[in-house]
């Protein structure tokens, strides 16, 4: 990664060496990773969450390392951390992907609509009552979701877990997207969701 001009090598110093070593370490960490396994990845949450304990500097661009479809595995594989092993590793990484800058964007189909049908780390914090703080910056990283209600399998949509934990703001935007008359389906949903 360059430097802009009015930036010093010093900027990217911390403990454990430079934001370069670092980030070399990180897609090494990523590249001995076994993806298919769950607890592999856990393992791998263990790993990153040594390098990104202490991380000073400039936060790398995660896109240039995984892939969308890991991120989101990622995340909902650090609040199953959080739950069983009850500690702030996975809340550190999901801190870490926040302050990346990172933004979840939805695949689209060959008409280019955004597919929306998909289980996002914010269902699963809602499923285990994670924090509001939590929650919210799970919101940060799929603030698609004000553009854009995902709908896990069973229903549960990022505007009803907006509803329950108190996020105004983004109940009023998905609000206004689902006043689209071509969305009526959702609108039912939204209704049934309100009565109870």
Same mark, same amino acid.
């Given at each position: ?10 900027? &990217?110093?911390? /403990?454990?060496?430079? $934001? ?28 990153? $969450? ?14 240039? +390392? ?14 199953? *951390? *959080? ?7 996975? /809340?550190?990484? +999901? ?34 009552? *994670?924090?509001?703080?939590? +929650? ?9 979701? +004000? ?10 949509? $990022?505007?009803?877990?907006? *509803?329950?934990?108190? &996020? /105004? ?6 609000? /206004? ?20």
């Amino acid at each position: 990664m360059s430097m802009s001009s009015n930036q010093s090598g010093e900027n &990217f110093h911390g /403990e454990g060496g430079t $934001h370069v070593e670092k980030l070399k370490r990180l897609k090494c960490v990523y590249g001995n990773a076994n993806w298919a396994i769950e607890a592999l990845r856990h393992g791998f949450l263990r790993q990153l $969450h040594e390098l990104i304990l202490n991380w000073k500097g400039q936060l790398p661009n995660l896109r240039n +390392i995984f892939r969308k479809d890991e991120i989101n595995d990622f995340l909902k594989d650090s609040l199953s *951390c *959080c739950a069983v092993n009850n500690n702030y590793q996975g /809340e550190l990484f +999901i801190d870490f992907v926040a302050r990346s800058g990172y933004k979840y964007e939805p695949d689209v189909d060959k008409d280019g609509k955004p597919l929306l049908r998909l289980d996002t780390a914010v269902h699963c914090a809602a499923r285990l009552n *994670c924090s509001k703080d939590l +929650i919210g910056k799970l919101f940060q990283i799929y603030n698609y979701g +004000i553009d854009f209600d995902y709908i896990d399998e069973s229903g549960l949509s $990022h505007f009803n877990v907006a *509803c329950k934990y108190g &996020f /105004e703001n983004i109940v009023e935007k998905l609000h /206004e997207l689902l006043q689209d008359p071509n969305n009526l389906v959702k609108r039912h949903k939204v209704a049934d969701f309100l009565l109870t």
